[in-house]
């Protein structure tokens, strides 16, 4: 079985501040990892994804993650906030094979301090 | 885009009626998703298809069903809707090989009174 936990449901920040979402996943098996984002009344956009290779991935809208096996962890981070990344965060895991059904974390609400 | 649509967007029902919600899509991948999401629990996943004729059931299944008789179209129904089925629903597709990844669709927002 697979899970995600994310640490925060909501996180506030000032404009031009480091953004920092945490993402914890189990998995007894290879994980693919994926972040996607939601704002308000839309669908999920996909914001990046691990699947194999280089750990560290970037994504969209200056965001990336750092998939840590030792810790199982994928960590979303942006050095400087905008405004126009205030939105609901999700971290979700899927295995490698198979299905691919997604596993959601419970979303992360970031706000951002003018 | 990923030429994904839902209908309807936005429905009201009475508890005890059925109600059937259809994701499309233009791209004629295998993989179809329904996932509901509600606050503090994200999105779960209630069915899936790999297949015309093909699905199988997720985490929430209870009280759903699915229909896939064409490949672009994907069915969700709620027998005898309940108001614990009050939810923001979504659709997925999934694009496989190397650029693997889920697209979401726009949802469709159900309030059962």
């Known amino acids: 079985a697979q899970s995600v936990t994310q640490l925060g449901s909501h996180v506030s920040v000032s404009e031009g501040a480091l953004v920092l979402l945490r993402c914890n996943y189990s998995?007894?098996?290879?994980?693919?990892l994926f972040w996607y984002v939601q704002y308000p009344n839309q669908g999920l956009q996909l914001l990046l994804k691990?699947?194999?290779?280089?750990?560290l991935v970037k994504g969209i809208n200056g965001f990336e993650a750092e998939f840590k096996k030792s810790e199982t962890s994928f960590h979303l981070t942006k050095p400087s906030a905008h405004m126009s990344d205030a939105a609901e965060y999700f971290c979700?895991?899927?295995?490698?094979?198979?299905?691919?059904?997604?596993?959601f974390g419970q979303g992360t609400r970031l706000t951002i301090n003018p | 885009d990923a030429g994904i649509t839902q209908s309807p967007r936005h429905k009201v029902t009475e508890t005890g009626t059925p109600v059937t919600l259809r994701c499309h899509q233009t791209?004629?991948?295998?993989?179809m998703y329904w996932y509901r999401q509600d606050p503090g629990h994200g999105l779960r996943l209630i069915h899936y298809?790999?297949?015309?004729?093909?699905?199988d059931k997720g985490e929430v299944s209870d009280g759903y069903s699915v229909s896939r008789s064409k490949t672009e179209d994907f069915l969700l129904t709620l027998e005898s809707a309940t108001s614990s089925q009050t939810s923001v629903y979504f659709c997925?597709?999934?694009?496989?090989?190397?650029?693997?990844?889920?697209?979401f669709g726009p949802g469709t927002r159900l309030l059962v009174l």
């Open positions: 998995s007894s098996v290879p994980p693919y």
């Open positions: 298809s790999y297949g015309v004729k093909d699905t």
């Open positions: 691990y699947t194999t290779g280089a750990t």
């Open positions: 979700a895991v899927s295995s490698y094979q198979g299905a691919q059904k997604l596993v």
């Open positions: 997925a597709i999934r694009k496989e090989g190397a650029q693997e990844t889920q697209y």
């Open positions: 791209e004629n991948h295998r993989y």
